[in-house]
């Protein structure tokens, strides 16, 4: 069982409002949870924080949430991530896949069962801490 107060989320969108509410929301669950609104802002967070995984919008002003995703996975090999997107008929780039996402590591905006980001974020932190044993 996963104590989700070991978790910390980092939600990544331009919009404040979505920063606010979905990080109020996982608070409420219980996880640790940050935001930033920019690729830029949230790799200076991690270079002073450890985030587990990072739910990640993928139109941001400056550097794209993929690209954002492919550095921070170079920088943090054990962070994991989510896809948030608006965008209705995203598939997942190789480039995504090669690092081990996979589609159903991509949320559609909006998200109408918020349970089930849960369980993923859930399913990615304990498999990357499998990981490391």
Same mark, same amino acid.
């Given at each position: ?9 980092? !939600? ?11 990080? +109020? ?9 940050? &935001?930033?609104?920019? +690729?830029?802002? +949230? ?5 002073? @924080?450890?985030? @587990? ?5 993928? %139109? ?19 962070? %994991? ?5 608006? &965008? ?8 995504? $896949?090669?690092?081990?996402?996979r589609p159903e590591h !991509? ?10 980001? !849960?369980?993923?974020?859930?399913? $990615?932190?304990?498999?990357? %801490?499998? @990981?490391?044993?």
């Amino acid at each position: 069982m996963i104590d989700y107060s070991t978790i910390h989320v980092l !939600v990544i969108d331009d919009e404040p409002a979505i920063c606010m509410s979905l990080t +109020a929301f996982l608070e409420d669950y219980g996880f640790k949870a940050s &935001s930033a609104e920019s +690729a830029e802002e +949230a790799l200076d967070l991690m270079k002073n @924080n450890v985030y @587990n995984i990072c739910i990640v919008d993928l %139109r941001l002003p400056g550097m794209s949430g993929e690209d954002l995703i492919v550095c921070a996975r170079e920088r943090y090999p054990a962070q %994991r991530h989510i896809i948030y997107t608006g &965008s209705i008929s995203y598939n997942l780039s190789e480039k995504l $896949q090669e690092l081990g996402m996979r589609p159903e590591h !991509v949320f559609h905006k909006p998200v109408r069962v918020l349970s089930l980001l !849960v369980k993923c974020i859930k399913e $990615q932190v304990a498999q990357a %801490r499998e @990981n490391e044993d």
